[in-house]
Nanobody
Framework: QVQLVESGGGLVQPGGSLRLSCAAS????????MGWYRQTPGKQRDLVAT???????KYADSVKGRFTISKDNAKNTVYLQMNSLKSEDTAVYYC???????????WGQGTQVTVSS
């Protein structure tokens, strides 16, 4: 089992920045792909960004150039740096860990990000 705990959400004005953190309960970054997803009421959960065990990253088109995913293996923590935030970035953001080979997947509890003036 892996527990994922997100933090860093909150209220920010348009154009502002936030950094989300996701702490894993044990060392998994050498094998798991880590990701951030987001969800708004009544809609599906959408991919925001992922980072593989080797450090390769992928982003949704809507956040390219504004968001950066990174990880600190020593701290078992993955980050999502969000800059130039827009109102449409408002959502609950979830941390995800997946090991495709064994079909293992874990989710955090989510953290609310609200972009509003």
């Amino acid at each position: 089992q892996v527990q994922l705990v997100e933090s860093g959400g909150g209220l920010v004005q348009p154009g502002g920045s936030l950094r989300l953190s996701c702490a894993a309960s044990r060392s998994i970054f050498s094998t798991y792909t880590m990701g951030w997803y987001r969800q708004t009421p009544g809609k599906q959960r959408d991919l925001v960004a992922t980072i593989t065990s080797g450090g390769s990253t992928k982003y949704a088109d809507s956040v390219k150039g504004r968001f950066t995913i990174s990880k600190d293996n020593a701290k078992n923590t993955v980050y999502l740096q969000m800059n130039s935030l827009k109102s449409e970035d408002t959502a609950v953001y979830y941390c995800n860990a997946v090991l495709h080979l064994l079909k293992l997947e874990y989710w955090g509890q989510g953290t609310q990000v609200t972009v509003s003036s």
